[in-house]
């Protein structure tokens, strides 16, 4: 489910991409600035949402990390996108699993935008030239950042952390 949005996004933008077959895999494996040879990468954040699978609370969060490695294969004429997308867990459960983001579909079609835009300068070496930005993100929160509660503060690699 969560992850047909990011590969349907992603497939409106397919003509954008060469001919070549571009598909999505949601996975914890990748770490940010770990790339393998051969491989790009891309790193964004959003405004999403946390839901908690014990205690069902909801809770916001303004910047929440999304990483991408993508590489092309040129023989075989297929790209290969790598998404994490950093998790929280509630601060009320004392057994609170870490929990999935889920991020409103205008924002996924904007990191979906800004990456295919990183893929044909990288893979395809065009030249975009400074573009200007006019998608913008959806939903702003104020208030304090749960560190304590955050995996990418965990690992050090967080930017809403104060
Ligand atoms: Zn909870
Ligand atoms: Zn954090």
Redesign the pocket.
Known sequence: MALDLWESSLQEKASELHGDAWHITITDSIEPDKQASDWFQYISGSFAQFT?S??K?SWMSKRVLVVFHFHLDTAKEEGTIKLRRFKQK?R??NE?RMEDPNFPVENIDVLIERLVEKIRMRCYKEDLGEKNRPSVFKGIVNGPHETAHCEACRLGVCTQAN
């Open positions: 908690c014990l205690c609370k509630c009320r459960c609170a």
